[in-house]
Antibody, heavy 124, light 108 residues
Framework: EVQLVETGGGLIQPGGSLRLSCAAPEFSVSSSYMNWVRQAPGKGLEWVSVIYSGGSTYYADSVKGRFTISRDNSKNTLYLQMNSLRAEDTAVYYC??????????????????WGKGTTVTVSS | SYVLTQPPSVSVAPGQTARITCGGNNIGSKSVHWYQQKPGQAPVLVVYGDSDRPSGIPERFSGSNSGNMATLTISRVEAGDEADYYCQVWDSSSDHYVFGTGTKVTVL
């Protein structure tokens, strides 16, 4: 079973910074499309950011300019650098692999593998 | 930005059929994916590309998509199907991923 393992969550004060990591032992992060998705307590899923295999990155408006998605090909690890954290960033953060194609067609963009999540709490 | 609307809750008796809708402007022109999330767990993909199932997902889970509405249908509902369900699409105009508001399925 393909796995993803997130680490780096914790309690941080408003205005602080935190870097989340997502390790993928069984496939190449650099060859994949990878998402970060978060879920605030008692709320629904919210897409945060994507990095494509070619290196292009996109962000939700709520985090643009504060968060940076990146990857380290040598460590096969995905990152999310979070700066200027706010109380509303409090959530469980999941990394997920995005598949563009199935066996029969493309332009799908769905998430087939998810990590168990890491919790970020922004509070003074 | 593109918006997906789901009913907050659906209740169904065991053995019956649950239908969860996902409304969006011309959603029929997009590929819709569905995720199941149980309390304290990560989401799990149950339907992708409107109606395909990943390996290991029972045939009881099926999907359809047309016009302004996509639907996830759970046939012969079991107690273990009780969970939150989210639809998701990729918005090509913004290159953003969009989740629906989520539906809590309760098995009576």
């Amino acid at each position: 079973e393909v796995q993803l393992v997130e680490t780096g969550g914790g309690l941080i004060q408003p205005g602080g910074s935190l870097r989340l990591s997502c390790a993928a032992p069984e496939f190449s992060v650099s060859s994949s499309y990878m998402n970060w998705v978060r879920q605030a307590p008692g709320k629904g899923l919210e897409w945060v950011s994507v990095i494509y295999s070619g290196g292009s990155t996109y962000y939700a408006d709520s985090v643009k300019g504060r968060f940076t998605i990146s990857r380290d090909n040598s460590k096969n690890t995905l990152y999310l650098q979070m700066n200027s954290l706010r109380a509303e960033d409090t959530a469980v953060y999941y990394c997920a692999r995005v598949l563009y194609c199935s066996r029969t067609r493309c332009y799908l963009y769905y998430m087939d593998v998810w990590g168990k999540g890491t919790t970020v709490t922004v509070s003074s | 930005s593109y918006v997906l609307t789901q009913p907050p809750s659906v209740s169904v008796a065991p053995g019956q059929t649950a239908r969860i809708t996902c409304g969006g402007n011309n959603i029929g022109s997009k590929s819709v994916h569905w995720y199941q999330q149980k309390p304290g767990q990560a989401p799990v993909l149950v339907v992708y590309g409107d109606s395909d199932r990943p390996s290991g997902i029972p045939e009881r889970f099926s999907g359809s998509n047309s016009g302004n509405m996509a639907t996830l249908t759970i046939s012969r509902v079991e107690a273990g199907d009780e969970a939150d369900y989210y639809c998701q699409v990729w918005d090509s105009s913004s290159d953003h991923y969009v989740f629906g508001t989520g539906t809590k399925v309760t098995v009576l």
